[in-house]
């Protein structure tokens, strides 16, 4: 008995200071979005193209669309791409497109509609992109690239360019941000992500997130990352992290560039729409998946074998309340943490809220164990679904299509 104990006790401490470092981490998180809020993002505003993909039409569609349109930034271009004419946000687009602006609205942006095709080697969100960019127009400074399924701020694409006027950044990025809907599946997405969210920022091993970042159009063709990284991927936001660690550049994060996203799903949805994202982080990130993986193996296994530690014959009420102890205090870090990003949502998505933000923290002790099952499912599998095409990453430099979808249904 007094092995298992002296056993638990080890992992238990370990566990515990990852636990104590993940709260101080999500108190720097709410410091740094704090700081960035109280600061003007500044004067630089370049000629600015944002490449949007698009395939089939989400929930807020429409009013996604008007704030890309509407941006506070001085005439930039916004080029819609989808991969063919019979998906519906084709028709959607090139209506809205061409309607007159309403008497009150605003719109700043020059805009253009793009067929993309199909590509046989690489995803079609990265194929769409990339016939994006060769429509930009040819004075374009920098190269915005954003998801239609997420909400920007008014003052977006401003913040989000204003980082690369510092030249040691190479890469500027915000990240999603979902907020919990009416469902159990949308609550568990929301605490799912926000964890992954809250990883980002002022330091040096930032990722780009591809529905929220933006490059200099220059440093986008010196590196090569339309010939060496976007043409046989499915990944553009890891593919591009990838590019910026090769030429030892750096990705600024910016938490303005937060962007509201919401989706309602079966909890089934919710799994395999979380299990895909760690896959494709395997494939392109190994070294981020096994890191994860040992994290929510360390946590899941610790509070296992405490609960069993608990409950055998031996154990005297010492030890049991020792046990108790630390998988209390992990528990209370963990839903500390949780309740640190229902602050930061409460303080940046005000306005957007429609359901309370308790999920946050409450669904805190799930997470990782959610998180132990897409990490190890991930293990088993390399292939996904995205909008109804199915893939196989071979490597993060091959993938093959299984089964396409035109987004028409």
Sequence with gaps: MVWTVTVFLIAGSLLLVQSVWAFADGARFRRLVRRKRSTAPGNYTPSAAVVIP????????????????AQDYPGYQVVFVVATERDKAYQNLRERLGVP?????????RTSLI???????????????????ERVEPDTQVLVFADIDAAPSPDWLRCLVARLADPQITVSTGFRWYL????????LRAAWDTSIATMLGDHDHNFAWG????????DFRRLEIAERYWAKTVSDDFALTRAIADARGRIAFE????????EESSVREFFRWSTRQIIITRVYAPHWWVLGLAAHLLYCATFAFGAGVMVMPGASA????????????????????????????????????????SCYWRLSPLVPWVMLWNFVMAGLSRRIEWRGTKYE???????????RSCGCE
């Design 54 to 69: 698009c395939k089939g039409i989400d929930p807020g569609f429409a009013a996604n669309l008007e704030r890309f349109l």
């Design 101 to 109: 602006v309403a008497p009150g609205a605003i719109r700043r942006a």
């Design 115 to 133: 067929v993309a095709g199909f590509s046989a080697e690489r995803g079609e969100k990265v194929n769409n992109l990339l016939r994006g960019i």
């Design 180 to 187: 919990p809907g009416s469902g159990l599946a949308s609550r």
């Design 211 to 218: 529905g929220s970042m933006a490059i200099r159009a220059s």
């Design 255 to 262: 938490p303005r560039c937060l962007v509201v996203a919401r």
């Design 318 to 357: 010492h030890q049991r309340l020792a046990v108790a102890a630390f998988l209390i205090a992990v528990l209370l870090l963990g839903a500390g943490k949780g309740f640190i990003r229902s602050l930061v949502t409460r303080e940046l998505f005000a306005a957007e809220i429609d359901n309370g933000t």
């Design 393 to 403: 990453l071979v490597s993060c430099e091959q993938v093959r299509v299984i089964e």
